[in-house]
Antibody, heavy 121, light 107 residues
Framework: QVQLQESGPGLVQPSETLSLTCIVS?????????WSWIRQPPGKGLEWIGY???????NYNPPLKSRVTISVDTAKNQFSLKLTSVTAADTAVYYC??????????????WGQGTLVTVSS | DIQMTQFPSSLSASVGDRVTITCRAS??????LNWYQQRPGKAPKLLIY???SLQSGVPSRFSGSRSGTDFNVTISSLQPDDFATYYC?????????FGQGTKLEIK
């Protein structure tokens, strides 16, 4: 059973960098999967942030592209998110999720439980 | 970007009712439409992918359909566990986008 677990600080200062890690267990980290970050501001809808492919290639949501970096460490079965110059608008629950695979329609089939990151001084 | 318009935004229904939620894409997305259920404080859970394929373990009272750029998810007979928020999501192209959500409440 594939499991994803986010970790990182729950409080970030304005203008600083938000850093989160997602550890993947119970399945292959490769095999043509994509690994995404998705966020949800309190009481609002879902926003896709970006993904990293198992080969290390990335794709980011344009409004966030200048501030986002997603990286992968296949040896540790984990991938990470960095979001720079954060403001209160970046306060959200951050999820990591898997999609892709053979025959896939790129649906997000496994999700982490989510971690709340608050941007505040 | 592909815009996903989901309606209604909220819906009140009773246990045993049949309900349908609709999502309309701003352009053709073929069958690249997925539905998720989210309970309060929990991560979204995949229900239906490729417009009408039921994810493993999801009860058969859930079904999905497509007509052009309109997509529906139907719950044939509401159960207490089904009262949650539902989101559609297009995976045809990046940036992946979600509908605004439909909150299904108990009448």
């Amino acid at each position: 059973q594939v499991q994803l677990q986010e970790s990182g600080p729950g409080l970030v200062q304005p203008s600083e960098t938000l850093s989160l890690t997602c550890i993947v267990s119970g399945g292959s980290f490769s095999n043509y999967y994509y690994w995404s970050w998705i966020r949800q501001p309190p009481g609002k809808g879902l926003e896709w942030i970006g993904y990293i492919y198992y080969d290390g290639s990335t794709n980011y949501n344009p409004p966030l592209k200048s501030r986002v970096t997603i990286s992968v460490d296949t040896a540790k079965n984990q991938f990470s998110l960095k979001l720079t110059s954060v403001t209160a608008a970046d306060t959200a629950v951050y999820y990591c999720a898997r999609h892709g695979g053979s025959g896939s329609y790129y649906q997000f089939d496994y999700w982490g439980q989510g971690t709340l990151v608050t941007v505040s001084s | 970007d592909i815009q996903m318009t989901q309606f209604p935004s909220s819906l009140s229904a009773s246990v045993g009712d049949r309900v349908t939620i609709t999502c309309r894409a701003s352009q053709s997305i073929s069958y690249y439409l997925n539905w998720y259920q989210q309970r309060p404080g929990k991560a979204p859970k995949l229900l239906i992918y490729a417009a009408s394929s039921l994810q493993s373990g999801v009860p058969s009272r859930f079904s999905g359909s497509r007509s052009g750029t309109d997509f529906n998810v139907t719950i044939s007979s509401l159960q207490p566990d089904d009262f949650a928020t539902y989101y559609c999501q297009q995976s045809y192209g990046t940036p992946y986008t979600f509908g605004q959500g439909t909150k299904l409440e108990i009448k």
